[in-house]
């Protein structure tokens, strides 16, 4: 039994670390098969200079003097010790025998250290290895940091609903600040994986369906991560993950095979890694599953044709965890040493947790199949990250300012506000949203109302995470005392297979409801639906029911939530839903049934006092949804950006793709009510004809034309109608949010240009810009109707 299966199986104990509460081994299962034809390699790297982002954050040090000091650190180094770069060891250990991390970090190996909360565990290794190492290199500590470390902030799904890149850049400074005072100097973020398929359990901890959208937050939180430049004060190193493709997962199951045509991949899997890269990221991850045939983590053309050759990618790259082992269980490595060649050769700097580096690299090497120059290569840039980190003049960490920080409250203000932007409002018929705070009862039901750790949602350090506020609370917090609230939790609801992480997260698995048991609590919510003057359902998923290894095969809300629904709304009492969620849930029923639907999302630690905010009118709604919303399971995957094909869903007479239901999405990416209406007027276009490489400028105007103030996502869209290939009905290409008061008006700008107008040519393997006539449409979602046409020429 390998070390994996007996963890799984439970015949192997953690080993936990002495005071951490974070238990997170992240591992998975590796997969199958043998390479496949490499993918093209474009001719010609997508259009654009050097980004500006991208030199400012090597500003700090001159290139010449971090290579210097690279250099005369590597001509003191033996080859055990530069091999100890490239290896990241778990900071717990797996069964009695591991090796301790103090022990290999004394002799040098040990590169970085994942998976430590404790500060003072973290000086203690820290200590080890620039004290009794012999040439006192110091380990780079990576942890994941998410949607923030003791501030908790909405889940990275639902700030792309915000569509709001500056606050993507405060939240991840905050969980730059708390997490860097803690002594974490390198976050496993942001993930930039386009996911299309709700079913795939990731799919809350990206930005969703659009790699326009995507790679907007992926430069967001990269600059909120790092800083203006690696080694910002209180900053942290950023980690683009996972290259690449994951969130292709056949069947949205999690580290399956992916298959994505080159065309795709250009166009839609790699823009938010390209704009990654481009934001001056210092790292990459290696995915763990098998692109087109060939593991992530072994995948010449994904870590050297285009991260090296194309992008020019400067840092460094880290494995996912055990990925370089488990190319021997995909199939592809014969054994793990060879793994280790085939990982090492493909371009992965650094080996996370799989300690297959440390044991074979020496012996590649002595053989003569890995040259001393190939090692030095790779660790150059783990030891010029280091450099840039100011990890040298500053090892330590104050443990008294960190345990202040974890004392303090955290940023509650920016907190509550992000969570607030977050959400989105899919429904509110007759305006029953907001509720009157003079209401004399409330009913708050459902399983997800007076959940703590499931409002946080998932992917946060536990014991560093501050509790959220739940929507319970947060209602009680708005209507004080004089207002009576019942609160009935209704069915339980489980994951019917077990989360590998359930133990980690400290949750107990309990005997499950009976029938009997489950129907008397459905009645004991209906009768406080009943006895109360208005309902807030809140329904959806547990933490645990989404990331990673939570995938799952329909989109139905779990357990008996749909019958509590619909016997809530059967009283005739007005009912609101309020879903706690990462992924979209089938809202066939919910949409035509119940009033007024409010998408909050893993809101995090202020999300019930946000829910209430807008619940009662204290705050407008303002997200967008950032992926199209599936009618049920049957429909995934759908997303707006699809081809017209030769039966356009306009074609006269043309209904659906299917005899059985609608192709359209339920709700469209994009969308979102507010509680006041805009008017989106006067699309200007500075010129009909422009020609390539030149820019055109777009402008709307926009209204508050209702009676409150709020925000609006003003969104841009284009369609190339002929060309080389053809290409999507849709794309977004530019947007906007702004808050308008009552009757407010303004002129939103946009630009086209090179970057706007060119796509991946299948045709013709390259970046192009055509001479062709296109259309723009701009409005509040992506079905917009606002709309123009402009040509490019020669
Ligand atoms: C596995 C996950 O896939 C990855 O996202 C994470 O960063 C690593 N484990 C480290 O925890």
């Known amino acids: 039994m390998n ?13 936990p670390l002495r005071s951490s509460k974070f238990r997170a081994a992240f591992l998975a299962l590796g997969l199958v098969v043998f390479l496949a034809a490499p993918l093209t390699v474009p001719s010609q790297p997508r259009p654009g200079a050097v980004s500006p982002a991208k030199q400012a954050a090597t500003a700090r040090l001159s290139n010449e003097q971090v290579n210097q000091k690279v250099s005369s650190l590597l001509k003191r180094m033996t080859l055990e010790e530069k091999i100890g770069q490239l290896v990241q060891i778990g900071g717990f250990s797996f069964g009695p025998k591991a090796p301790k991390p103090a022990d290999l970090l004394r002799k040098g190996v040990g590169g ?3 998976w430590i909360d404790d500060t003072a565990r973290i000086n203690r290794l820290q200590h080890v290895a620039v004290d009794e190492s012999r040439l006192h290199i110091p380990v ?10 003791h501030t908790i902030f909405p889940i990275p799904l639902a700030m792309a609903a915000s569509w709001d890149p500056a606050l993507v850049v405060q939240a991840q400074t905050v969980a730059a600040r708390e997490a860097s005072a803690e002594g974490i100097q390198w976050t496993f973020a942001p993930m930039v994986d386009i996911a299309r398929d709700p079913r795939w359990g990731r799919i809350v901890e990206g930005a969703g369906e659009d790699p326009f959208l995507g790679a907007a937050m992926a430069r967001a939180q990269v600059r909120g991560f790092q800083g203006a430049y690696i080694g910002s004060p ?63 983590t072994g995948n010449r053309f994904l870590l050297q044709d285009v991260l090296r050759r194309t992008w020019h990618f400067q840092g460094f790259v880290v494995s996912d965890a055990f990925a370089v082992r488990s190319l021997v269980t995909h199939g592809f490595a014969r054994d793990p040493k060879d793994a280790a060649f085939r990982a090492f050769t493909a371009g992965v700097n650094m080996d996370m947790a799989s300690e297959t580096y440390l044991q074979y690299l020496p012996e590649l090497v002595k053989q003569g199949r890995i040259t001393t120059a190939q090692i030095d290569a790779a660790v150059r840039p783990i030891l010029a990250m280091k450099i840039r980190l100011g990890l040298f003049e500053h090892p330590y960490v104050d443990e008294a300012r960190a345990a202040e920080i974890l004392k303090s409250p955290g940023d509650v203000k920016l907190a509550r506000r992000a969570a607030q932007r977050t959400m989105v409002l899919l429904r509110n018929e007759n305006q029953l949203l907001p509720l009157k705070k003079s209401i004399r009862s409330i009913a708050v039901i459902g ?55 359930d133990s980690m997260q400290g949750r107990k698995r309990k005997p499950p409801q009976t029938p009997e048991e489950a129907q008397k609590a459905i009645d004991t919510a209906i009768d406080a639906v009943r006895h109360a003057d208005v309902t807030v359902a809140v329904l959806g998923e547990l ?48 949409s035509q049934h119940v009033p007024a639907i409010l998408e909050a999302w893993y809101p995090g630690m202020e999300g019930g006092n946000a829910v209430a905010d807008i619940l009662f009118g204290d705050a407008n709604p303002g997200g967008k949804l950032p992926i199209d919303w599936p009618r049920g399971v049957g429909q995934v995957p759908v997303y707006y950006a699809h081809n017209l094909t030769q039966m356009p869903d306009t074609a006269p007479g043309f209904k659906s793709r299917y005899w059985d239901g609608l192709s359209s999405p339920l709700y469209p990416f994009g969308y979102g009510l507010s509680y006041t209406k805009f008017a989106v007027t006067h699309l200007v276009l500075d010129r009909n004809e422009v020609k ?93 109707k606002l709309h123009g046409t402009f040509k490019v020429i020669p």
């Open 112 to 114: 970085s250290v994942l």
């Open 140 to 149: 780079l500590f990576g942890l994941d940091v998410i949607h923030g470390y």
């Open 234 to 296: 209180g900053h942290i190193l950023a980690c683009a993950k996972h290259f690449a493709g994951y969130g292709g997962a056949d069947g949205g199951r999690d580290y399956d095979s992916v298959y994505i045509p080159e065309e795709r991949l250009w166009n839609v899997y790699l823009p938010p890694f390209h704009a990654a890269e481009e934001a001056g990221v210092g790292s990459f991850m290696s995915a763990y599953m098998d692109l087109n045939d060939v593991p992530a």
């Open 3 to 15: 070390r994996w299966s007996s963890l799984v199986s439970g015949s192997l104990k953690w080993q």
């Open 692 to 784: 390539i490489g030149e820019k055109l400028g777009v402008s709307v105007d926009v209204q508050n034309i209702g009676h409150v103030a709020g925000d609006e996502v003003v969104q841009l869209y284009i369609h190339q109608r002929a060309g080389s290939a053809s290409r999507p009905e849709r794309q977004l290409k530019g947007f906007e949010r702004i808050t308008l008061a009552p009757g407010e008006k303004k002129t939103v700008h946009f630009t086209l240009g090179r970057n706007e107008l060119s796509f991946w040519s299948p045709q013709d393997k390259k970046w192009v810009e055509e001479p062709e006539n296109f259309d723009v449409w701009v409005g509040e979602d992506s079905t917009a």
């Open 543 to 590: 933490g645990n029911m989404s990331g990673e290894a939570a995938s799952r095969s329909s989109l139905e809300l779990p357990g008996r939530q749909e019958q509590l629904l619909e016997a809530a709304v059967a009283t005739g009492k007005p009912v609101v839903l309020v879903l706690i969620n990462g992924r979209p849930l089938n809202l066939a029923w919910a």
């Open 447 to 501: 399983p997800l109302a007076d959940s703590a750790r499931d409002t946080n949602g998932s992917w946060v350090v536990e014991g560093k995470a501050k509790k959220a506020v739940t929507v319970l609370q947060g209602i009680r917090n708005k209507l004080g005392p004089q207002v009576h609230v019942e609160y009935a939790k209704g069915p339980e609801i489980r994951r019917w297979i077990p989360s590998m992480f």
